[in-house]
């Protein structure tokens, strides 16, 4: 068997880290930046951090906000026009997964036009070209779209997310500052950071997994284990702990895919806008739970990696259960609801149902599953 990995070209960590930027794009020679970003990252000034600097070498830019939380094919398509209309040569997306996706999806289409129609982007769409050069600044420690050769795109008219896989779409360079994260908000890193452990885990346990990214899949959750509370109460240990574990855990994924907890999340925040790391969350332990018989050992490395001590000395049915008792715990302890009381509507199930069996990431998951059982367990959830 032949495993591939994908990863950026180049990537930088670190406090201050952001400062590389000029010097990769005044050694490239480019002449302006597309800079896609949220409206709240604009209006809060976390944006800024990247324009002041561009502002302060004299470099020019045209920033594109029309982006929602969950990126919509319409975001997209007046991306594409408002890139075109620019004159820009290069991006810089800066944000979390939104504006991320957002900007794999115009820098795809502008470099493969034959792809204008976004929903011809679902799935390992044949395109041919590079997307256009692009640097990622993530400001959220889970998402890692960063180093991931995926995106999410949601169709509003038919309710649904669609994921895009393209080797294409990776960002050529990631800037990871944790000080571009540091005014996240207690619920957004959270969220964020509990999205990031959903990866590690799910890649970690999808079929597809092999000794590579085992290792990157091992280490992102022991770094998250230790950094997400920190992170939460605004540590810098914690930001900087849980700006690494995040990339670690999209080196690991991005490769070999995940399972039918993202696939089960993707609905929710399709069809109620729930925040993808919040549905992650929520949805991770019951997932764990029902595919634990599929595991083999792994569980118990997963559990020694969150802390839990003894594990050499337990059962399987002792190490599966601290392995999801660890899970739940970390999610409490940072807020995070138990169940999906208030968010999902039991008329809603069977349509969620039958889009988390047709998504993208179902495949990979570790255990084969039916519509019929993704439904129980989003009732086991109500």
Known sequence: MVNRIVLNGISYHGSGAISAIVDEVKGRGFQKAFICSDPDLIKFGVTGKVTDLLDKNGMAYTVYSDIKANPTIENVQHGVKAFQDSGADYMIAVGGGSSMDTAKAIGIIITNPEFADVRSLEGVAPTKNKCVFTIAVPTTAGTAAEVTINYVITDVEKKRKFVCVDVHDIPDIAVIDPDMMSSMPKGLTAATGMDALTHAIEGFTTKAAWEMTDMFHLKAIEIISRSLRG???????????????????????????????HSMAHGLGALYDTPHGVANAIILPTVMEYNAPNTGDKYRYIAAAMGVEGTESMTQEQYRKAAVDAVKQLAADVGIPSDLKGILKEEDVDFLSESAYADACRPGNPRDTSVEEIKQLYLSLL
């Open 231 to 261: 992170a939460v109460d605004n540590t810098p240990e914690g930001r900087e702990g849980m700006a690494l574990g995040q990339y670690i855990a999209g080196m690991g994924f991005s490769n070999v895919g995940l399972g039918i907890v």
